[in-house]
Structure formats: structure tokens, C-alpha cells
């Protein structure tokens, strides 16, 4: 399952994504395991951000911030670059234990963005958040 984000990252500043875990009647659960990865479309691993574990619960915050959201020198000059987390975990279900799930959320990245650095005020205001959920079997 890919998820696309409405709202834009800005470089260097912070992003927030809630990913919520709910079973198929829209119950919340908590996995037994959460990890995730920050990468480009292409795959290439952004900031070490490879197999980041978090603490299992019905939701988690992913909290990208500086270095998470710069762009590469091998992107080049683009306006918008694209980012993905991958967030992989597992579950016990009627089904099983330990079923696998993975979901990958998609945004975009804004490179030298100009209103966040108007002010500095603004620009420490700048927090985005998101929300996702994933549902599982």
C-alpha cells in the first residue's frame, strides 16, 4: 500500500508523520514490531535513516528533521524532490502471529523554500504533520 501526502516538506526544517494501526473494522492495535526507512524513489537511503526502530503502540510518530529533509548533490537544482518511508512491522491477528506489513508513504520535499526564512519566527513555527493509518488483516 502506498500512501501520498498532501503536504509539502521543507528542507531543513521538520515533518511529522502519524502512522496509525488499525485492524479491518477500524479498531486501533498495536503491532508487536515498527520500523521505517527514509530513501528517494530511486532507493537511495537518506540520512541513515535505514530499519529505524520505534516503540510499538496503536500510533507513532515519525519526526523528520534537518539532515532528514535536505536534498543530494546528485539531485541537482530541482524545486521538489520526492521522498519515501517505508514502514514495515508485525501483528497477531486470528490469522496468525507475526504476519508481516509494510506500507510506503510518499512526499514531496521543497528545496530552499522562501517563506520559512522570512522571519525567524516563521520559520521556527515551521512544523508539518501528517496522518496515516494502515489497516491490517
Known amino acids: 500500500m502506498t500512501?501520498?501526502?498532501s503536504l509539502k516538506a521543507f528542507e531543513r526544517s521538520t515533518y511529522?508523520?502519524?502512522v496509525a494501526f488499525e485492524d479491518d473494522n477500524g479498531t486501533a492495535v498495536t503491532p508487536n514490531k515498527v520500523s521505517w526507512d527514509l530513501s528517494t524513489l530511486g532507493g537511495t537511503i537518506i540520512n541513515e535513516r535505514s530499519n529505524?526502530?520505534?516503540t510499538p503502540a496503536e500510533s507513532v510518530d515519525?519526526?523528520?528533521?534537518g539532515s532528514d529533509l535536505r536534498t543530494l548533490a546528485s539531485e541537482g537544482n530541482k524545486h521538489i524532490v520526492k521522498r519515501l518511508v517505508t514502514v514495515r512491522g508485525s501483528y497477531?491477528?486470528?490469522?496468525g502471529s507475526d504476519l508481516e506489513l509494510?506500507?510506503?508513504?510518499k512526499f514531496d520535499l521543497e528545496t530552499n523554500p522562501v517563506i520559512p526564512y522570512?522571519?525567524?519566527n516563521v520559520y521556527e513555527a515551521v512544523t508539518i504533520s501528517e496522518?496515516?493509518?494502515l489497516s491490517v488483516d
Open 3 to 5: 500512501t501520498k501526502l
Open 16 to 18: 511529522v508523520i502519524t
Open 52 to 54: 529505524v526502530t520505534e
Open 62 to 65: 515519525i519526526v523528520l528533521t
Open 92 to 95: 497477531n491477528s486470528d490469522a
Open 102 to 105: 509494510s506500507a510506503d508513504v
Open 118 to 120: 522570512l522571519t525567524i
Open 131 to 133: 496522518s496515516i493509518s
